[in-house]
């Protein structure tokens, strides 16, 4: 069984085997919440940090971490399953929480020009690693069908947060 570094960087390099390792873990939930929260300090870092700033994006990384694993489970597994898929939503917690692994690059978004280009790089690095986490978790056999199931589920996520922000502008 790996360190938690070594999944956190082998989720990061992609590697399938440990999307496996942390999906049979069940004990994996709180490392994959802890990858998660560095990935969010990395992003506050690597903007314009302030202490609130942080906490507003450590809080919003969890939450949106919550919404989505739940969604793609419930996706991948009522609406868009294969033969072969069986998982639980911690199953998808764990896999999509070390997929944002790559997240924690985000520290060097404060450098000037190059850092815009990290954090883009680093956003399209952290899709890919959903996409292998949905995969592996669902157990499919097709990348296309993973990759419909994150899109679907981030629509669904970014329409739900909107509504809530719409909600707390309201109060």
Known sequence: MATFGERALGAARLNTAIYEEVENDAGATGQAAGVVVLASVGAGLGGHPSVSGLVFGVVAGLIGWVIWSYLTWWIG?????????????????????????????????????????????VAIWVLVAVVIAVRQAL?????????????????????????????????
């Open 139 to 171: 157990d499919y056999t097709s990348t296309g069908r993973a990759v419909g199931v994150c899109v679907i589920g981030w629509v669904i996520q970014i329409v739900i947060f909107a509504a809530l922000l719409g909600l707390a502008g309201r109060l």
């Open 77 to 121: 597994t009522k609406w868009l399953p294969e033969v072969g898929t069986q998982a639980d939503p911690g199953q998808l917690m764990r896999t999509v929480g070390f997929a944002q692994a790559p997240g924690v690059l985000q520290i060097l978004g404060f450098i000037p020009l190059l850092g815009l280009l990290i954090t883009f790089a």
